[in-house]
């Protein structure tokens, strides 16, 4: 049972909008602790998609956008691509474990 | 451009010790301002934490892991090293080592090891 909470799965036509959330508590995103999300594509390392909430890394296309409001957060994908398809996981710190925490993933598939 | 690397044996038995290696290169494990996380992912399943090591000595472990985990830093070989005590199959899974960046109120990964799969069996 992860402490922050995504849908198993979710999924999108090319060129669609999806969005995946990630659910918290007071003692971690509704707290205030930043999020960032990574994606990872069947068979690879992880990768970073979006810190501090909003931001993106360099490299990063500006159809993956992501934001927070309360105790969740949210990665919006837009102009959905064959290779988005990938798992996708949310990250913060949770104030009452001490420790970082990741959501249990998301996997998008792309139809 | 960072580079980790994880080595150590791919096979454990039950209710020993597994003991992972992350190398570093293209930056200095010394230099401040970091976290040097493991984290594994056993087949299938998501990502779980293990735990970091910063400012050299600092550590913060999963609590779920704490009463078996010990992470540590080698700066005369710019590594980072993982040991869990009294393994057992649960424990099987790729294990990652990780830098970690500070923003803000906490930290995320920008940098990741290509993963080591350690499986525990008799």
């Known amino acids: 049972q992860s402490v922050l909470t995504q849908p198993p799965s979710v999924s999108g036509a090319p060129g669609q909008r999806v969005t995946i959330s990630c659910t918290g508590s007071?003692?971690?995103?509704?707290?205030?602790?930043?999020v960032h999300w990574y994606q990872q594509p069947p068979g690879t390392v992880p990768k970073l998609l979006i810190y501090?909430?909003?931001n993106r890394p360099s490299g990063v296309p500006d159809r993956f956008s992501g934001s927070r409001s309360g105790a969740s957060a949210s990665l919006a994908i837009t102009g959905l691509q064959p290779e988005d398809e990938a798992d996708y996981y949310c990250?913060?710190?949770?104030?009452?474990?001490?420790?970082?925490?990741f959501g249990g993933g998301t996997k998008l598939t792309v139809l | 451009q960072v580079q980790l690397q994880e080595s150590g044996p791919g096979l454990v038995k039950p209710s020993q010790t597994l003991s992972l290696t992350c190398s570093v290169s293209g930056g200095s494990i010394s230099r401040g301002g970091y976290y040097w996380n493991w984290i594994r992912q056993p087949a299938g399943k998501g990502l779980d934490w293990i735990g970091h090591i910063y400012a050299s000595e600092n550590t913060r472990y999963s609590p779920s892991l704490k009463s078996r985990v010990t992470i540590s830093v080698d700066a005369s070989k710019n590594q980072f090293s993982l040991k869990l005590t009294s393994v057992t199959a649960a424990d099987t899974a790729v294990y990652y080592c990780?830098?970690?960046?500070?923003?803000?109120?906490?930290?995320?990964?920008?940098?990741w090891g290509q993963g080591t799969l350690v499986t525990v069996s008799s």
């Open positions: 501090g909430n909003n």
């Open positions: 990780a830098r970690g960046d500070h923003h803000d109120n906490n930290g995320y990964i920008d940098y």
């Open positions: 990250q913060s710190f949770d104030t009452s474990l001490s420790a970082w925490v």
């Open positions: 007071s003692s971690n995103i509704g707290t205030g602790y930043d």
